[in-house]
């Protein structure tokens, strides 16, 4: 079984930038398309972002040209580069694994001036 553990979220100012990390367990992170997903308050989660285990990527509309998500198969870890950053981003962001149907605990993501 993989554990996923976010982390990098906070407050930044609209325009701001944050670097989320999510570092999975277990031996076999490479072979495993991973995801980026985010809730705000009243919404459904959505897809934020995704990388296959080849590397290939995929972007919600209304983040692409300012999020990148990459992953590091030595650290077992992917992450999720967000710049530009809009209050209509404030969400709790959660890495996913979905294949397995694993998720992580969230962190939190707060823009606002």
């Known amino acids: 079984q993989v554990q996923l553990v976010e982390s990098g979220g906070g407050l930044v100012q609209p325009g701001g930038s944050l670097r989320l990390s999510c570092a999975a367990s277990?031996?076999?992170?490479?072979?495993?398309?991973m995801g980026w997903y985010r809730q705000a308050p009243g919404q459904q989660r959505e897809l934020v972002a995704a990388?296959?285990?080849?590397?290939?990527?995929n972007y919600a509309d209304s983040v692409k040209g300012r999020f990148t998500i990459s992953r590091d198969n030595v650290k077992n870890t992917v992450y999720l580069q967000m710049n530009s950053l809009k209050p209509e981003d404030t969400a709790v962001y959660y890495c996913?694994?979905?294949?397995?149907?694993?998720w992580g605990q969230g962190t939190q993501v707060t823009i606002s001036s």
């Open positions: 996913s694994v979905s294949a397995l149907g694993c």
């Open positions: 277990g031996s076999m992170f490479s072979i495993y398309d």
């Open positions: 990388i296959t285990s080849g590397g290939s990527t």
